[in-house]
Each structure stands twice: as C-alpha cells, then as structure tokens.
C-alpha cells in the first residue's frame, strides 16, 4: 500500500494545523485507498493563540506533536523518527503553525528559516524523486528548501514575493487550481490563503491529493 506522510504543526489555523486543510488531506487519502503517516515535530509551539478572539494567551504553552496528535486520532510520530525510506510521498497541510513551528517564516519572513528535521525531510524526498504536496502557506517550507521550484499561494504579492526571493518561481492561482512542478514533483494549491470555505478549498485540494498519489503510482511501478 501507498505510504504518504502528512507533516502537521499543532492544532489550529493560527497557530498549527488549518484543521480544514488537514482533514480534507486526510479524507481523500483514505478514499483513494492511500494510507496516511501522520507526523510532527516533537517541540513546543511558537506560541499559543485563543481561537476565539485570535488574541495570544500569554504564559501558555502547548507541544507541537502532542495538539497534532488530536487530529490524527493519536496515530502519529515525531517526524525526527521517518526518513524518506519509510514513505512514498509527502503532504503539508496549511496553518500558520507551518510559518511558527515548521518554519519562522511568520517572524522573520524572508530570513526564513526551517526547521532541521522538516528541511531534511524534504530534501531527501526530492533527491529520492518522491512527491510533495503543499497546501495554504506551506510552499514557502517548498521553496526555502528546494531553489527553483515552481509553486503557489494564491496570489497574495507580499507572500509571493517571498518565494520568489528564496528563488523559487511563484504561480498565481485560483483557490480550485493546482500547480505542478514535474521537475521536481511538487504540486501545491492555495486553499485557504483564498479560501472563502471548505467547500471551496475541498477543490483543490483534492485535485493536489490525486496528483500527488498519481506521481507515486508511476514511480512505485516503474
């Protein structure tokens, strides 16, 4: 069976996971027959933020692989512990947990820099010739790790500016669309950096889901 990883980084748009974003990823995983490794790193988030009034909750604390734990069910590892040998592809869902905790792109935007064990990640995918998916925010960690490639977030210009200063190449996008980078098989979508809904961003996603395992298929027969 196909093994795709899902990297998420809490639990909470502002400051983990899009939870939207993470379970349509999961969904149509599992309806295309395709199992899912769920992952995290195993620190503390950059901070905390009450979802009610998005205002920070001072004094609080809360663990990046222990918040994600609850959207996968419990059924996850510290992504320290998976190599691109023990998966076929990857899968970042959104969040601006991936610009605090994944990376620090939400504080120091173009001085960006990624986490280790996620860098590592990424890159030995790519150099195995193995797909990734990005959703929302997260291919800024796509074109901080990988120079030259090709991806999306919609088509807000501050933030695509950015990629295009980590030398990767920016392509404006509708929420329903994908872009695909065949050279490095990455495809990423913008989800809810337009939004407005879920049923909106479902678009998308699914159609970058169905990429990514599509890539995978060929590789895995050839």
């Known amino acids: 069976m196909i093994k795709v990883g899902v990297l998420l980084a809490g639990s909470g748009v502002m400051d983990g996971s899009e939870i939207h974003e993470a379970t349509l990823t999961l969904y149509f ?8 490794v769920c992952m ?5 988030q950059y901070h905390v933020i009450n979802h009610q009034g998005n205002e920070v909750e001072e004094g609080q604390r809360r663990h990046v692989l222990t918040e994600a734990a609850r959207i996968a069910r419990g059924d996850i590892q510290a ?4 190599s691109a040998n023990d998966i076929d592809a990857l899968i970042v869902p ?11 792109f939400a504080i120091k935007g173009n001085r960006c820099e990624v986490l280790t064990q996620v860098e590592s990640l990424i890159r030995e995918l790519h150099q195995q010739g193995k797909p990734q998916g990005f959703l929302c925010i997260a291919p800024v960690l796509a074109a ?14 501050q933030t695509a500016q950015a990629i295009q200063n980590f030398e990767g190449a920016h392509q404006d996008a ?8 065949d050279d490095y098989k990455v495809v990423s979508t913008p989800a809810y950096m337009l939004g407005p809904g879920i049923a909106d961003i479902a678009v998308g996603i699914e159609k970058c889901v169905n990429q990514v395992i599509a890539w995978t298929r060929v590789s895995t027969h050839s």
């Open 29 to 36: 995983l599992a309806k295309a027959g395709v199992k899912a």
């Open 40 to 44: 995290a790193p195993d620190i503390d």
């Open 79 to 82: 992504v320290a512990s998976v």
């Open 94 to 104: 959104g969040g601006f947990g991936v610009a605090k905790n994944l990376c620090n």
């Open 144 to 157: 901080s790790v990988l120079p030259g490639v090709r991806v999306t977030i919609g088509n807000d210009p």
């Open 174 to 181: 509708e929420v329903g669309d994908i872009v695909i980078d």
